[in-house]
């Protein structure tokens, strides 16, 4: 008997590729959101596992893409949230300390810990769209699902962004490299 | 047609910046498959000690209002004594000022007059 979708043999070869073809784009977005790495493989690893018991249990969802991101979406507005509450306890019991945050975590990689200010700098919507189409790769329609907006309200989120990400990389580059020279 | 480019240029710099390292990414499709929870996620839930914090202040929080309440209620004695007599209402507050509430007067009958013009 040839291996079709519903045998299961073929739907889980199909899950593996989707998988592996999804989940660094699920860090480098989460990544982006949250500004910590473990934090984003966290998220990663959420969405991805929701979608294998999902497509394990019912088949895979219309767009996988989506589902995986729409999760991933959510989780990191939580993970942000939780930080942002549990930052003043940290403090209190020295952990602040132990997990460092992003500017001083990736002290080595300047590039990241300049991408990442940049990216803060952006609106949040601008900031969500502009991750979710540049390192999620998603279709504007998909993002505009995502972010309850218009496909033509993506696209232009998208466009002011890059042109304001790209205004203003070179210029925090350039601060950074006279002040520390 | 430059700033074209540099918009390319920009995106190419955040992904690289973003995107993670081969293992990572395995690491992640592979617990995922497995239908694992992420190690780090139980690790970070909060400890004990924050949760005994947060319920200590809670408790804290809580009788401080009961007791707030508790003495509000006790130091506010009823400042407005209310008589009634007859059909008037006399109310009397506290640092002596009163207030009588009745009905309006009745009106007298009129009377007869009588008009005393001089020739």
């Given at each position: 008997m040839l291996p079709n979708r519903a045998s299961g043999f073929l739907a889980d070869v199909d899950l593996d590729e989707v998988a592996r073809s999804l989940a660094p784009r699920l860090i480098a977005y989460a990544l982006g959101r949250t500004g910590c790495r473990g934090t984003a493989e966290d998220i990663a690893q959420d969405a991805l596992t929701a979608l294998v018991r999902r497509w394990r249990q019912?088949?895979?969802?219309?767009s996988p893409d989506a589902f995986a991101f729409a999760i991933a979406k959510r989780r990191a507005g939580r993970a942000v949230l939780r930080r942002a509450l549990t930052a003043p306890l940290d403090v209190l019991r020295g952990v602040a300390r132990d997990e460092p945050g992003v500017d001083r975590a990736y002290e080595d990689r300047a590039d990241l810990a300049m991408v990442l200010t940049a990216l803060r700098r952006l609106p949040r919507a601008d900031r969500e769209a502009l991750l979710l189409r540049l390192?999620?790769?998603?279709?504007f329609a998909d993002i505009a699902v995502l972010t309850n907006t218009s496909p033509a309200a993506v696209k232009m989120r998208i466009s002011r962004a890059r042109r304001r990400l790209a205004a203003s990389l070179p210029e925090y580059f350039h601060g950074r490299r006279t002040h520390t020279a | 047609m430059d700033d074209e480019r540099t918009l390319r240029e920009t995106d190419v710099r955040v992904r690289a910046a973003l995107m993670p390292d081969e293992a990572a990414a395995r690491q992640v499709v592979d617990r995922a498959l497995a239908g694992d929870r992420p190690p780090r996620q139980r690790a970070r839930q909060l400890p004990r000690f924050t949760w005994a914090l947060t319920a200590l202040a809670l408790i804290i929080v809580s009788i401080s209002a009961w007791q707030w309440r508790r003495a509000a209620a006790a130091t506010s004695p009823a400042s407005l004594a209310v008589t009634g007599r007859g059909s008037i209402v006399v109310v009397e507050h506290q640092d002596g000022r009163r207030w009588v509430v009745g009905p309006p007067p009745e009106r007298r009958a009129g009377g007869n007059y009588v008009i005393v013009v001089q020739k």
């Open positions: 019912a088949g895979p969802p219309e390192v999620g790769d998603l279709a | -």
